[in-house]
């Protein structure tokens, strides 16, 4: 089949724009007289004029060429190998064009061997969205688009590649991608993709919790974090993967934990951005509301609380880095609440360096309470004392790896390999986050 070539007058992608030791390798690779293409998001976001987040390559070129062809390089995955060409402790990631692999058994359509050599044709159609499926030819600087990506991304639509309903149950993955997408450029979800995916929701359970969890805070992160929770919910794919959450927090919960993160959108706006640690605790805001503060005692609430989220984040998976975080927050927000009238520990309380993050949970949760407002007082000004600003606020997002926040790794088919056949290194923390110091009252137990 014929693809859609744009000529290099007629779209906006300069090699100025991309990373220099990616044009290197892409013109190392022609030189060597290999195919060599930009592709999947990069193409994507040049086109719309955004930054792309990495840039991935796709040549003609087998592993082993690649290996003689760049010393400093290595074959990562088995199921998806791929190429990391590096340069210091950047790397960029060289793929050889594939076809698609015909499902193995009988009725189940999930792919666990991706390795089958092809052209760019058959390259374009194993690839996710269309959108996704956009080349920049290194030879011509010519865009080739074999499904429509073109087209898409001007209609603002995020559509499968191929039957909807079997690229999704291939790798139900998918589904939470065409949420990212759709939400973080404000994009429609194609009608048939659509009716594909509130078919299927159940399939995402085939998935490794482990990639899953990657894609749901990939979502939280970016921009329009939002409407990307709304989205997971509409299509049903929170009741399957997080049903002991929803339960737990009932609709009124979860309305709160929309506007929690309506909230960090605000200030994403205004160019301040919140760490995961914050945002992960968005999620248990809820647990707050049974809270009497006329009748509860401190201690009794905040073990209730702890225990909640325990075993609440056991059952959603999340990185045991990120639940101690938001234990820790919460409890914060109940001493807040509880001890607004001891000075000596509100004084304590707000030099303790935990305080900013523990301020910044109350900000996106209760700054809006009129109710809170005394309270709310109280505290800052004890805070202003110390001639210190509130930090916790960053300005610029959250770009610490995910995966290093994870306490455990997933189960499922899928694990340890991604469908774009990044390989999980399954090493501890490597990025030596500090570790999250919990705030202890010694006068706690006796409150
Ligand atoms: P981002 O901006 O979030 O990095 P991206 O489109 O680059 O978006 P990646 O996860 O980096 O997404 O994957 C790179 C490319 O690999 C995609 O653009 C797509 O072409 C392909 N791809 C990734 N995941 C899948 C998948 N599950 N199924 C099919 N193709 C995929
Ligand atoms: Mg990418």
Not at 393 to 407: E, L
Not at 417 to 440: A, M, S
């Amino acid at each position: 089949m014929e693809p859609l070539i744009i000529h290099r007058e007629d779209h906006p992608i300069s090699r100025k724009d991309i990373d220099p030791d990616t044009v290197r390798v892409l013109y190392k690779l022609k030189d060597a007289g290999f195919e060599a293409y930009l592709v999947g998001g990069a193409v994507r976001d040049l086109l719309l004029g955004r930054r792309p987040k990495d840039f991935d390559l796709a040549t003609s070129a087998r592993p082993n060429d690649l290996r003689r062809l760049f010393r400093n390089s290595r074959i990562v995955g088995r199921r998806f190998r791929i190429v990391h060409v590096f340069f210091g402790s950047k790397n960029v990631e060289v793929a050889t064009l594939r076809s698609m692999v015909e499902p193995s058994g009988s009725s189940d359509l999930y792919i666990d061997d991706d390795n089958q050599w092809g052209d760019l044709e058959s390259d374009s159609f194993r690839r996710d969205f269309t959108v996704n499926a956009l080349y920049y030819d290194i030879r011509d600087f010519a865009v080739i688009d074999y499904t429509g990506g073109v087209k898409d991304l001007h209609d603002h639509l995020i559509r499968c590649i191929g039957d909807p309903r079997v690229r999704l149950q291939e790798d139900p993955v998918r589904m939470l991608r065409a949420v990212k997408f759709a939400a973080r450029f404000g994009y429609t979800i194609e009608p048939e993709t659509d009716a594909a995916m509130r078919a299927l929701p159940a399939e995402i359970l085939k998935a490794s919790r482990f990639r899953v969890t990657e894609e749901v805070f990939r979502i939280l992160l970016q921009p329009n974090r939002d409407v990307g929770l709304r989205l997971l919910n509409e299509y049903g794919l929170l009741r399957q993967i997080y049903p002991e959450w929803l339960d737990a927090i009932g609709e009124d919960g979860f309305a709160q934990v929309l506007d929690f993160f309506a909230a960090a959108e605000r200030a994403a706006a205004d160019d301040r951005y919140y760490p995961i640690e914050v945002l992960a605790t968005g999620l248990f805001i809820p647990l707050l509301d049974s809270v009497d503060l006329e009748v509860d005692h401190f201690h009794r609430v905040a073990a209730r609380v702890t225990s909640e989220i325990a075993s609440l984040s056991r059952a959603m998976d999340l990185p045991r880095r990120l639940t101690a975080a938001a234990v820790d927050m919460l409890r914060g927000q109940l001493y807040m609440l509880f001890f607004h009238h001891r000075p000596k520990r509100v004084k304590r309380y707000v030099s303790y360096p935990g305080f900013d993050l523990v301020w910044r949970v109350h900000e996106l949760a209760f700054g809006h309470l009129e109710e809170l407002r005394d309270i709310q007082e109280i505290w800052l000004e004890a805070r202003e004392q110390l001639r210190r600003p509130i930090g916790g606020v960053v300005d610029a997002p959250d770009k610490r790896d995910i995966f290093s926040f994870r306490g455990k790794t997933g189960g499922g088919r899928h694990s340890g390999q991604g469908g774009r056949g990044r390989p999980h290194e399954r090493g501890d923390d490597k990025d030596g986050e500090e570790e999250w110091i919990p705030f202890v009252d010694e006068d706690e137990a006796g409150a």
